[in-house]
């Protein structure tokens, strides 16, 4: 179970750039993401660079706002551990399960997608399944884009876990400590749903499943570790998708120009 802050003084700077940091993410960080996203859309239909482009500019966006938590996290009387960055506390039995789950959830959704690509090889059904097309957008196609990827992946794992399970959530349990564990998994998920609001009603839907599933996961052993390892496997798992099983890329019809501003 996550342990509620302690701690805090009732006014001072720290509490102040948490509740900042913590309004960014709730209402800051959707709005931004969407802008972001529309841009790259918009650049891909004529710049072939512009997958690279989001990529780098979401790992500087990611890693900065873990630099922020890191500048709370030393002003304030806290620890990493506080925010979930510890060894699970969990029983074996706890983390069998969870470790069951991924597994499963992992093959489940893998296996999927090597279905949807046979199914596409016989033009019987579009890539990546109902996946919308900003999240088709997102998806590398070149060796330098897969790469760049794959640090997008694993940096989402650890920066989105850290963000969005370990402060945020660290943020609600200290102003409402009273809140069950359903409610902090359902809270968890919404959070997280709304912050992919760029991939629009079914992207935040189904994003808010996973989110409530790795809230889960982090209430149930009392780690972040865990549910950091299942994020960025579930994103790495796109590396796996065949490149043939996409639809054509619609930067390749575009020249190499600049990235957009």
Excluded: K, N
């Excluded at 179970?1 to 960080?29: K, N």
């Excluded at 551990?81 to 959830?105: K, W």
């Excluded at 992992?106 to 090597?114: A, I, N």
């Amino acid at each position: 179970m996550i342990p509620p802050v302690d701690g805090l003084p009732a006014f001072g700077a720290a509490v102040v750039a948490a509740g900042l940091l913590a309004a960014y993410l709730l209402v800051g960080e959707p709005l931004v993401g969407t802008v972001l996203h529309r841009r790259f859309e918009a650049a891909l239909g004529h710049d072939r660079g512009a997958r690279l482009w989001l990529y780098r500019r979401l790992l500087v966006l990611e890693w900065g706002l873990v630099a922020l938590v890191a500048g709370v996290v030393l002003v304030a009387p806290l620890g990493w551990s506080d925010l979930g960055l510890r060894l699970p506390d969990a029983s074996p039995t706890v983390l069998a399960v969870a470790i069951a789950l991924f597994v499963l959830s992992f093959l489940v959704l893998s296996t999927g997608m090597v279905r949807t690509a046979a199914r596409r090889d016989r033009h019987d059904a579009p890539a990546l399944g109902s996946a919308s097309p900003s999240v088709t957008a997102l998806v590398p196609r070149t060796r330098v884009e897969r790469r760049w990827f794959g640090l997008v992946a694993v940096s989402a794992g650890v920066c989105e876990e850290v963000l969005y399970r370990g402060f945020l959530l660290g943020v609600v349990v200290a102003v409402l400590p009273g809140l069950p564990a359903l409610g902090l998994v359902v809270l968890g998920g919404l959070i997280f749903g709304l912050a992919h609001a760029y991939q629009g009603a079914t992207g935040i839907a189904t994003t808010a499943v996973l989110g409530a599933i790795l809230t889960y996961l982090y209430v149930g052993t009392g780690t972040l570790l865990v549910p950091i390892v299942v994020h960025a496997a579930i994103d790495l798992r796109i590396l796996w998708l065949p490149l043939d099983a996409l639809p054509p890329d619609p930067a390749q019809r575009g020249s190499a120009g600049s990235a957009p501003a």
